[in-house]
């Protein structure tokens, strides 16, 4: 049976090319898709990820940092300092901000940290160091190789001239990059001394974060306190809530194309080969045998271009990175492997569908 539906598919060469190309094709935008939502969700909360802290302090009402308004003020910030668990307080504060370079802007999440303690800093550095002084910047690298920055360089944020010292990973929200600068800098950017956007603080008592969240909010009016894990949760779920599930539908769009395109190819060899599938009709085929016959053909072409689509997806993954940087694909084995079995598992079906063709011919057929 499987040598008769190899013969069957070679029998139209041209055609399966082209079958087998589309398949592959649909298969490739499947994986592109998929690993760019891992990428996105990745870098978007990979800055709050990497800076664990044991609470985090927002204005009330606000959830998360990535579509969200926040501002806490100093004196916020100076009555939850001087509460008996709270160990430390550092401040973040992020703005949007415009690097101008060669008479050319850029819009960056500026975010600014406390150096001296280190917190709310780039998750990790694969180039250079962190800042050490005001006019200093860390860039993000996909942001970096997008518009040409590397270590050394000079860019200006309005009138500030700034000196690049680092270049960051897992900075990347696709939308977009985080850049960072010291909390003194970004402050006197937007002009307000004591603001920051939230507050990350280590308590005493790691054991009753719950308790001390609850007292932050009771003792301090206007804000929020979360515990690590929560704030997490909070900027995986916005972040899952806003574009991306848009790449998911693209996604299953490109699996009905290639569903129906299997359907229209297995139809139209079925009807071409009417009077074959009559002849073995009479020689006492049965209904099952023809129909795992055509199924069979469904699974090897997806098979074909299964491993046609792997063949090409990483040449492309870098063909892209190198043409748009801040394009952030993460592939899985988990992702490849659950990718191909739905191509099967689609493929199978448009099997079930063009076997209804099956039903229009009679074994009076091998007479004409």
């Not at 008769?4 to 598919?9: P, V």
């Not at 001239?161 to 800098?185: D, P």
């Not at 402050?187 to 001394?193: C, D, S």
């Not at 940087?325 to 689609?346: C, L």
Request: proline share 2%; net charge positive; aromatic share 8%.
């Amino acid at each position: 049976m499987e040598v008769y539906a190899i013969r069957t598919l070679r029998s139209q060469p041209l055609r399966l090319a082209m079958t087998v190309g589309g398949v592959a094709l649909c298969v490739i935008l499947m994986l592109f898709l998929i690993s760019v939502y891992k990428g996105v969700a990745d870098g978007s909360v990979e800055y709050v990820r990497h800076n664990h802290t044991d609470l985090w302090v927002l204005q009330c009402n606000a959830t998360n940092i990535l579509r969200g308004s926040s501002f806490v003020t100093a004196s916020q910030e100076k009555s939850i300092r001087e509460l008996p668990d709270v160990k430390s307080v550092s401040p973040v504060l992020l703005v949007l901000a415009s690097v101008q370079k060669d008479g050319k802007e850029k819009t960056v999440f500026l975010t600014g940290y406390d150096i001296t303690k280190g917190s709310g800093g780039p998750p990790q550095l694969a180039l250079g160091r962190h800042v050490q002084r005001d006019d200093e910047i860390v860039l993000d690298r996909s942001f970096a190789a997008k518009f040409g920055f590397d270590i050394g360089d000079v860019l200006h944020i309005q009138e500030h001239r700034m000196k690049v010292v680092g270049i960051s990973r897992g900075t990347n929200a696709f939308v977009i990059q985080y850049a960072f600068a010291t909390l003194r800098f970004t402050r006197k950017l937007v002009g307000f001394p004591g603001i920051a956007t939230c507050l990350m603080v280590e308590t005493n008592n790691r054991e009753s974060l719950g308790k001390i969240a609850q007292q932050i909010k009771e003792k301090v009016r206007g804000v929020e306190a979360y515990t690590h894990e929560a704030f997490l949760k909070n900027n995986i779920r916005e972040m899952e809530s806003g574009f991306l599930p848009l790449l998911y539908t693209v996604a299953a769009i490109g699996g009905v194309v290639l569903t129906v395109i299997l359907s229209l190819l297995l139809s139209v060899n079925i009807l071409e080969r009417r009077k074959d599938f009559s002849v073995l009709k009479t020689l006492g085929a049965t209904g099952l045998f023809l129909k795992k016959m055509i199924i069979e053909q469904a699974l090897l072409i997806s098979s074909g271009a299964s491993l046609t689509a792997l063949f090409l997806f990483f040449p492309l993954v870098h063909v892209i990175g190198i043409l748009s940087p801040e394009v952030s694909v993460k592939a899985t084995i988990v992702h490849i492997i659950g990718v191909i079995f739905v191509v099967q598992v689609m493929s199978f079906f448009s099997a079930l569908i063009s076997i209804q063709k099956l039903r229009q011919i009679y074994i009076l057929e091998v007479f004409r």
